[in-house]
């Protein structure tokens, strides 16, 4: 079944406004020469690619997961590992992002917690420099 132009453009606008930024029109495989990025979003320091479909496997894992997290209170969260590949991808449903990132950053020891911190003042000082320089 086909989907409307403007319905994946629609979802894909919601995303990069989770992300605090815009969507990239002409995103992509475009390969236009005055194309800035081929990422979804026009985010400075996130490469944001959404894709829009009937359905996802880990869509579908995560579906599976949250109801068992759920008779347990508490939330979803799903690692995808690879063999002979490192680290991991964590499936998190947008709406329980921020919660997720708190109890993340709950487990930190100090060292992590300092290290998370210069982070955030660094994105925040990107994100100021961005908003500066556009007007």
Do not use: N
């Amino acid at each position: 079944m086909s989907t409307a132009r403007r319905t994946w453009q629609l979802a894909e606008s919601r995303i990069a406004a989770f992300f605090g930024c815009r969507r990239a029109v002409f995103s992509g495989s475009a390969g236009r020469p005055d194309q800035l990025t081929q990422s979804d979003s026009t985010h400075e320091r996130l490469f944001v690619e959404s894709k829009y479909r009937e359905t996802h496997a880990a869509r579908t894992l995560h579906d599976a997961t949250r109801e068992l997290a759920r008779k347990e209170s508490k939330v979803p969260v799903v690692c995808l590992v690879d063999k002979g590949r490192p680290g991991w991808l964590i499936c998190v449903h947008s709406d329980d992002f921020e919660r997720v990132v708190a109890e993340w950053a709950a487990g930190l020891d100090d060292a992590g917690r300092d290290r998370l911190e210069g982070s955030i003042r660094r994105a925040y000082a990107g994100r100021r420099g961005v908003e500066a320089g556009a007007g």
